[in-house]
């Protein structure tokens, strides 16, 4: 794969690097993922967004937060919008690099 360098807060950035922390960051979730389906079990119900189908589980809400916590660690001035802990508000986009984060689905 080859390396391509972008702009990211007045700072050149290699591509690969950030791919690599956006890894890290979706593996860290995979363990609370298998967890919670071990045995067979399911997340309890922590509210709806929506509607009644529009589940958040307790999983949903820890992968969030983990991954959240890997990528707030490499980039802190970035914004980040959460399906989960802030999925129903509304946004006002800007020039910062972005995260847009939605664990399982």
């Not at 807060?9 to 860290?28: C, G, I, Y």
């Not at 997340?43 to 929506?50: D, G, N, P, Q």
């Not at 809400?61 to 508000?89: H, R």
Request: proline residues 4%; glycine residues 4%; contains cysteine.
């Amino acid at each position: 794969l080859a390396s391509r360098i972008f702009l990211f807060f007045d700072s050149m950035v290699d591509l690969a690097v950030v791919l690599q922390h956006a890894k890290e960051a979706a593996h860290v979730a995979g363990p609370i993922i298998r967890k919670a389906w071990a045995a067979g079990s399911r997340s309890s119900i922590e509210a709806t967004k929506m509607n009644a189908v529009d589940l958040v589980t307790e999983t949903d809400q820890q992968c969030e937060a983990a991954i959240l916590a890997v990528l707030k660690a490499n980039y802190p001035d970035a914004e980040y919008i959460g399906e989960e802990t802030v999925g129903s508000g509304k946004y006002q986009l800007s020039d910062k690099p972005t995260w847009i984060i939605d664990p399982i689905d």
